[in-house]
């Protein structure tokens, strides 16, 4: 990367989460942690296991004016705010589309589970992305920073201590 580009990191934040207790117990809930522990034995941990050290990863790169935000995207049209109804509807659509894909490799071969066990539970948890009754969240955290410019003297920042969640 030449000097004074930037670079930006994103992930969806698995597992998911909720403000009130309609996640509790569901598939949907499950999918997320299991995604995650599947994802940790194969090596490659992914979503909030990973996301927790962009800010660190960036800065040992030497990256600077490293920056923050974090956005809840709703799982499903649940939201009464029509722009996150509108967001909660595209990310369904999204995570519907490539759910099957999303678990298959890491559930088979990350938990050993047999294609016939895939298929059901991609089923179930199709089933409670859709019930707007579970009122789940994926936290979206982004970072992003600059490569500095040769010789330029940085100054180091330290972390915001209460990231700023932005709807």
């Not at 698995?14 to 809930?29: F, N, V």
């Not at 790169?61 to 509108?86: L, Q, R």
Request: hydrophobic share 35%; proline share 8%.
């Amino acid at each position: 990367m030449a000097p004074g580009g930037y670079i930006e990191f994103q992930d969806y934040g698995l597992p998911l989460k909720c403000a009130d207790d309609t996640l509790h117990g569901t598939h949907l809930e499950r999918w997320g942690i299991l995604l995650c522990e599947a994802a940790s034995k194969l090596g490659r941990p992914m979503g909030s296991d990973v996301s927790s050290k962009y800010r660190e990863w960036m800065e040992s790169a030497g990256f600077v004016d490293i920056e923050e935000a974090h956005y809840m995207w709703p799982s499903n049209t649940w939201p009464k705010d029509p722009h996150m109804k509108e967001l909660g509807r595209w990310n369904q659509v999204n995570i519907l589309d490539g759910l099957e894909g999303f678990c298959l490799a890491l559930l088979t071969r990350g938990l050993n589970w047999s294609k016939q066990e895939v298929d059901i539970f991609v089923a179930q948890v199709s089933t409670d992305i859709k019930d707007r009754r579970i009122h789940g969240y994926y936290p979206m955290p982004v970072f992003w920073g600059r490569k500095p410019y040769p010789g330029e003297v940085v100054h180091s920042r330290p972390a915001p201590t209460q990231p700023a969640t932005t709807t």
